[in-house]
Structures are given as structure tokens and as C-alpha cells.
């Protein structure tokens, strides 16, 4: 029997909304077998995998990051879908693989920008795009060239994708790590509402590109 439902939802930082309505649930969805877990990235993305979603024969949960409505971006005005459980290059990279889920795309693209130009540090940025099915193959491909991983998402590390993913490489790409992967999460906290508070929860660009740091200088690296 087909379920072929798509439901949307917003996740994410809202500014003073609190755990009400700010979390990052999408570890959850994709605990559960038979659900398919898009979360997109970019205009273009969103409307390709949105068709996509609504196609399907599967059961969708389809998550859109609130700070990623004010994007602006090309889009076709006629018919297109991207296929579900292919991700994408964003930037092409030699050093450091980040993968990064949703709004973590436009904050590693900042990353990249700054360790472009005051290390030379040169990342390759993927998105997932669609967290389940996830493209593991080319996931596993980047961190074979670049033996270093970064996994940026907006939910919190215990039991998210950037374990599961790390679990990935872990086990059928450990031999082509240059040294530990880092992972970028939430703190171990429930989701302020105060907005000073807020700054120091969410993480941002600086978290990725201290990692990014660490990774190719050394773990006892300090920024200045």
C-alpha cells in the first residue's frame, strides 16, 4: 500500500521563539523507517525537491528552515523535480569535506570565504539536500579526497545526522581520514528564547571554521 503524503514543517531559529517553536526535529523523522527526509537549501531546491516530494509514493517529511524564506534565488517558472536522495556540491574543495544540512549552507559558505583568504584552507561543501534516503556515496567520495570532515546541522549532535553520518565513515571510509571528524550541533541545552542567549546557542560560520582549523593545524589549535 502507497502513502504518497507530504507534509511540510518549519524548523529553526525564529528569533525569541524558544523551544516552542525553534527546535530541529529531523533526526526523529528520520529514525523512522518508511519516511523519506527532504530539508532544502536554496530556492532551486526547494522547488524541485518539493515536486519531487509531493510525487512520491512514500510518506514525506518535507523541512524548511525559517531564516532560509528571505533567500532570493533563481527559479524556473516552469515544471522540474530533483530526484529525492542525491545531493549536491555546493563548493568544490581539497582540504576539508563540510557537509551541511540546510541553513549550515549559507553559514559554510561564509566559512569557506574566510579560510579562502586568511589560510588558504580550501572546503568542499555539500548538501545532503534529502537527509533519508542520504547520498552516502558521495559523501564517502569527497572525505576520500580531502581525508578531513566537517558535519554542520542545525539540531543537536547526541543521536543526529552528524553522528549518523560520522557512523558512515566511520565504518566504510575510516582509512581515508587524515584525522577526527568534527561535528557542529546545538549545545546540550533546551532551545533559548532570550536573544543574548540565542547568539551564544546557534551555531554559525565561526564554529565551522574553527573546526576547519583544528583540523588542518592541529586539535591543540587556538584562535587568536
Keep these: 500500500m502507497n502513502v504518497p503524503l507530504t507534509i511540510r514543517g518549519i524548523i529553526g531559529r525564529g528569533g525569541g521563539q524558544g523551544a516552542q517553536h525553534s527546535q530541529s526535529l529531523q533526526s526523529i523523522f528520520i529514525h523512522f523507517p518508511g519516511l523519506k527526509v527532504v ?15 509531493i510525487e512520491d509514493n512514500n510518506p514525506v517529511i518535507f523541512l524548511e528552515h525559517r531564516l532560509l524564506y528571505d533567500q532570493k534565488g533563481s527559479v524556473p517558472g516552469g515544471y522540474y523535480k530533483l530526484p529525492l536522495g542525491k545531493g549536491k556540491i555546493v563548493k568544490r574543495g581539497k582540504d576539508v569535506t563540510v557537509v551541511a544540512i540546510s541553513i549550515m549552507v549559507e553559514e559554510a ?29 558521495l559523501i564517502s567520495s569527497s572525505v576520500k579526497k580531502t581525508g578531513r570532515l566537517i558535519v554542520a546541522d542545525t539540531a543537536w549532535r547526541a543521536c543526529g545526522l552528524g553522528a549518523e553520518i560520522s557512523a558512515l565513515i566511520a565504518e ?18 533546551p532551545t533559548p528564547t532570550s536573544s543574548v542567549l540565542e547568539s551564544a546557542y546557534y551555531p554559525t560560520a565561526k564554529e ?8 588542518v593545524y592541529g586539535k591543540n589549535y587556538v584562535s587568536l
Aim: net charge negative.
Design 39 to 53: 530539508m532544502p537549501a536554496s530556492p532551486y531546491d526547494a522547488k524541485g525537491l518539493l515536486i519531487a516530494s
Design 109 to 137: 559558505k561564509k566559512a569557506a570565504l574566510k579560510l579562502q583568504q586568511e589560510d588558504g584552507i580550501d572546503l568542499e561543501i555539500i548538501d545532503p539536500r534529502c537527509l533519508k534516503p542520504l547520498d552516502d556515496e
Design 172 to 189: 566504510f571510509g575510516y582509512q581515508n581520514l587524515k584525522a577526527p571528524i568534527k561535528r557542529i550541533g546545538l549545545p546540550e541545552a
Design 208 to 215: 565551522i571554521i574553527q573546526a576547519a582549523r583544528e583540523l
